[in-house]
C-alpha cells in the first residue's frame, strides 16, 4: 500500500455536516481515504506518509461526477452553434457520428476524458449511442480505462423514429450490452461499469424499454435516459403516445431510484410528484440548456423537496466544454436569474450536486462524493492563489464563483494521480491532441462535413 497527505488546504469534505476544515489535512492509503480532519495532520500520520502534497492556498474538494455527456463530441464541438436541439442534431450530430470509426471513438473519448480530468471530474457518465462500428464502444472503454477517470458507459439505443445509422434492434441492443457486461463491467478495479442508456422517449419502444428495465434488474445495472428536454419533444409524444414523458416511464413501471432523468427540463407538476415518489436522480446541464436555448429546469422547487440532483456538461457539442466548476457557477446564476431570488441557490448547493448528487447518479453513494474516512480516494486539488480569486475568503464560494478548469491543480482517483501540478501525467497530451486533430479531419473528410 501507498500513502499519501495532503496538507495545509482547505479541505471541503461534502460531508453530511458540509464541513470545511481551513486548513486541514486528508490522509489517502491505497485507494481509500483513511482519515480527513482541521488543522495539521498527526505527526505519526505525516511520518508515515510516503509522499506529502502541500495543498496551501489551495482547496481540497470530493471529485466531481459529470454526470451525463457524450464523449464523442469532442470531435464537433463548435460545428453548429446557434441551432435549437433538432437542427443541430441533424446539421452537426448525425453527418458526423455515421462515420465514426472505433479508433475516432477512443481518440474523442480519451480527449474528452483528459478534458475531464482537467475540470476536476473524476467520474463520467457517457451516453455512448454510436454504434457505426461494433467496436466504438470497446473503444471508449479502452480510454477509460487507461486515462484513470471511474467511468460509466450509459450504453446508448434507440429502436424507432431515429437516424437509421443509429438504430438498432432489440435483439443487438441486448446482444451488445450482454458481451459489453461480459468484458468491460466492473474492470479495472471495479473503475468501468455499464448500464442501459436508452435515448428518448420517442426513440425507444414499449417493449424494447420493457426488456431493457428487466435486465437492468436482473444485472444490477442503473437506467440513463433523456427527458423533457425540450418543447417540441413533449409535443411530439403527446401526439403519438398521449403521455409526457415522464409519464411514459411511469405507464410502463420504469421509474425508480435507479433511473437517472437528463434534463428534465419541461416537467409537469405531476411528473414532478412522480419523480419524487420514484427516488430517480435529475441530471441538470445547465449550460447545454443555455446554448440549446431548450428552457431552464424547475431545479430550485425539486432540490427543496428533496429530489437527487446531480450536474453535468452534457456533450462537447453543446457547451462546448466539459468543465464542471464552470457548470457550478452556471447552475447558480441560471436559477438566481430566472427567479430573480439571490438566495434560491448557494454554493454549498451546487457543490452538493456534483459531488453527492453526483454520487447517487453514479450508482455509488457509498463510495464516492465526499472527502470522509472509507470512501475512496477520488480527491481534486484547486489553486486559489490566483488574481481571480485571491485573497479567497470563503472557498466554497471561491470554487463556484471564481475559479475554473484552468485553476485545477492536482486530480487523484483511487489514489492514483492522474494530474499533478496541471500536468497531465497518464497520457502524452501533446502527442494526444496532434492525433486527435488528425484523426477529426480525416472524419470530416469521410463524412463531407466542412469545418
Not at 439 to 450: M, S
Request: a negative charge.
Amino acid at each position: 500500500m501507498s500513502t499519501i497527505l495532503i496538507e495545509n488546504g482547505a479541505v471541503v469534505t461534502v460531508d453530511d455536516a458540509q464541513q470545511v476544515h481551513n486548513p486541514g489535512y486528508v490522509l489517502v492509503r491505497d485507494d481509500r481515504i483513511a482519515a480527513v480532519g482541521p488543522g495539521a495532520a498527526p505527526p505519526e500520520l505525516r511520518a508515515g506518509a510516503d509522499e506529502v502534497i502541500d495543498a496551501t492556498l489551495m482547496a481540497v474538494m470530493p471529485g466531481m461526477v459529470n454526470a451525463h455527456t457524450h464523449l464523442f463530441q469532442t470531435f464537433i464541438r463548435g460545428l453548429a452553434d446557434d441551432k435549437p436541439l433538432l437542427d443541430w442534431l441533424k446539421a452537426a450530430i448525425w453527418p458526423v457520428a455515421r462515420c465514426l470509426t472505433e479508433e475516432d471513438a477512443y481518440l474523442a473519448a480519451m480527449l474528452g476524458l483528459v478534458e475531464n480530468i482537467r475540470g476536476g471530474a473524476t467520474s463520467v457518465i457517457d451516453h455512448q449511442y454510436v454504434h457505426t462500428e461494433p467496436g466504438n464502444d470497446d473503444g471508449v472503454f479502452r480510454a477509460a480505462e487507461q486515462s484513470g477517470v471511474r467511468f460509466l458507459n450509459a450504453r446508448g439505443w434507440a429502436d424507432m423514429n431515429y437516424h437509421p445509422a443509429f438504430m438498432e434492434s432489440p435483439d443487438r441492443i441486448v446482444a451488445e450490452m450482454a458481451r459489453l457486461r461480459e468484458r468491460w463491467h466492473g474492470q479495472a478495479d471495479g473503475r468501468l461499469r455499464l448500464e442501459f442508456g436508452p435515448l428518448i422517449p420517442w426513440g425507444c419502444s414499449d417493449a424494447t424499454m420493457l426488456r431493457t428495465r428487466a435486465l437492468a434488474a436482473e444485472w444490477g445495472m442503473g437506467t440513463h435516459v433523456h427527458i423533457a428536454e425540450t418543447r417540441a419533444e413533449i409535443d411530439m409524444e403527446l401526439a403519438s403516445r398521449g403521455m409526457r414523458h415522464v409519464e411514459w416511464l411511469q405507464s410502463l413501471g420504469a421509474l425508480g431510484p435507479d433511473v437517472q432523468l437528463v434534463h428534465s427540463v419541461w416537467l409537469s407538476d405531476a411528473e414532478i410528484d412522480m419523480v419524487e415518489a420514484s427516488g430517480a436522480v435529475i441530471i441538470h446541464c445547465p449550460v447545454s440548456n443555455m446554448y440549446l436555448a431548450s428552457g431552464v429546469a424547475r431545479v430550485p422547487e425539486m432540490h427543496r423537496r428533496g429530489i437527487p440532483i446531480a450536474l453535468a456538461t452534457d456533450g462537447p457539442g453543446s457547451n462546448n466544454n466539459q468543465d464542471m466548476l464552470e457548470a457550478l457557477k452556471t447552475t447558480c446564476l441560471l436559477h438566481k436569474v430566472n427567479t430573480l431570488d439571490a438566495m434560491i441557490l448557494l454554493p454549498e448547493d451546487a457543490i452538493w450536486m456534483a459531488c453527492r448528487g453526483g454520487a447517487r447518479a453514479f450508482g455509488q453513494p457509498e463510495l464516492i462524493g465526499s472527502l470522509e474516512p472509507g470512501k475512496k480516494a477520488d480527491v481534486v486539488l484547486v489553486d486559489l492563489n490566483t488574481p481571480l480569486a485571491m485573497p479567497a475568503h470563503k472557498p466554497v464560494s471561491a470554487l463556484v464563483y471564481n475559479l475554473a478548469a484552468r485553476d485545477v491543480d492536482t486530480v487523484i482517483v483511487d489514489g492514483k494521480v492522474l494530474m499533478r501540478g496541471k500536468r497531465i501525467t497518464v497520457v502524452d497530451e501533446a502527442a494526444l491532441l496532434k492525433e486527435s486533430a488528425a484523426a477529426c479531419a480525416r472524419l470530416f473528410e469521410r463524412a463531407g462535413v466542412v469545418a
